[in-house]
């Protein structure tokens, strides 16, 4: 062999060598990608809000900037295919989880920017739920403190990738049990809890026993509780269980009522920010049962022990009230359960809005078979703010609507009503006073269709 061939194969060997190493450094397992010390988590217990814990809970992976993002190679089974949570709009979302049994740090998130016929191309878009896969992207933290770990598959923008390799796919295996967990892993009181709940990040997990505490009737999303009063937030991530623009059509998800009991909730542990906390471990429900979709046969991540009085229809007159009338509140209670009937319904209200003014509570009977009540407010000076709420009883189980801590109210107005009399709440998260009135009120114009290009 001449010298000049010996010194290309060396090359050739050497370069070998080199992509062997580098590859094998691309290749990790998801606990890798995924934990952090248990120092920096229990430092970020305590410091919750605060910017400085911002970088506590970081992939050993990402770098602090999307330039710097690394790419790796991960083998998992996927756990919800895309499709199913239609939260990012126009992205294929894919959750996929290691394949030892028992393992915590084990989930990971892995999407693309879109829904291209790039984003395609490594086929992911075929992806179905029990499949073992090797799947490549970038490494990216989404969030502040109690960020979400994710991996690009494809991306246009930072972190830029763009030719991923085909994804591989190997067996095919029922999808792992959800892991069980209690919801003190995920929260202490009304605190997120880091040190005990990152290791569940992205992980399908099912906690029992809990009550609903409080309903979001616009997006479907609820709160619950435990026995020992730690409370946690389920997140409507899906198509199946949310009540917002990217719910399915044929989806009948209704939020389970507050009192509700709920023998578990099953779903993929997201972090979500939460004002005043570092973000709480959210668990998101996927796939649907009966009660949201006709016809399924899977029992729902949603499991109803016991539903709380449903109340609806809550209705007044006269919309909007003025300062000699006295206001007529009516509502339907219904018990949901099997045979059940309702116990009892309450009607509560006070002047304004403030939390140290007593509620002054009378209870109703049915006036129409047995299942619509009323109640009747007195006359208000102008200018007061009336809130209300109802209370029901059913089988021993209780129910509120709306939440007490966002309670309905309306303002004695005598006329001149303006933009902001219509848009006003005193309640963080609440609705308006007006919501459902028809009303007149006075403003400028601000923008119309004649500006458009200007």
Known sequence: MNKWLLQILTCVIALTMVLSVGFAQKAVKIP?????????????????????????????????????ADTVSVTGVVIV???????????????????????????????????????????????????????????????????????????????????????????????????????????????????????????????????VVSVDYTSGTFSFQDSLGNIGYMYDGSGWYTLRGHKYSSSRYTPPPVGTKLGYLRGVVVPLSRSGTCGDYRIMPMYPGPREQTNSKYAGDIGIAQFSPQITSILRTPTPPKRTDAVTVTWKAKNLNTGGKIDSSFFNWKLGSSSTTNWTRSKSTATSGDSLYSAVVPPANADTMVSYFVEAYGGGVYGASPDPSKPAFYQIRQSGLTVKDVQYTPYAGGLSGMLGDTVTVSGVITADTTDSGA
């Not at 890798?32 to 970088?55: E, I, N, W, Y």
């Not at 989930?107 to 992806?127: M, P, R, Y």
């Not at 997120?192 to 809990?210: A, D, L």
């Open 32 to 68: 890798q990608l995924q934990m952090v010390p248990l120092d920096s988590l229990k430092k970020l217990d305590t410091l919750q809000a605060l910017a400085a814990g911002a970088s506590l809970d970081k992939s050993p992976y990402w770098h602090g900037a999307n330039a710097n």
């Open 81 to 211: 295919k895309p499709g199913i949570l239609t939260y990012t709009l126009a992205r294929y979302n894919v959750y996929v989880q290691d394949t030892t049994t028992g393992a915590v740090w084990a989930g990971l998130n892995v999407l693309t920017n879109d829904t291209s016929s790039g984003a395609q191309a490594g086929g992911i878009a075929a992806l179905d739920t029990g499949m073992v896969v090797t799947i490549t992207g970038r490494v990216l933290e989404y969030g502040g403190n109690n960020s979400l770990t994710e991996m690009y598959h494809y991306s246009v923008s930072a972190p830029i990738y763009t030719t991923p390799p085909l994804i591989s796919i190997g067996n095919i295996v029922p999808r792992p049990a959800a892991r069980e967990i209690p919801l003190s892993a995920l929260a202490s009181g009304n605190l997120p809890h880091p040190s005990t709940g990152e290791q569940y990040e992205s992980m399908y997990v099912v906690i029992r026993n809990i009550t």
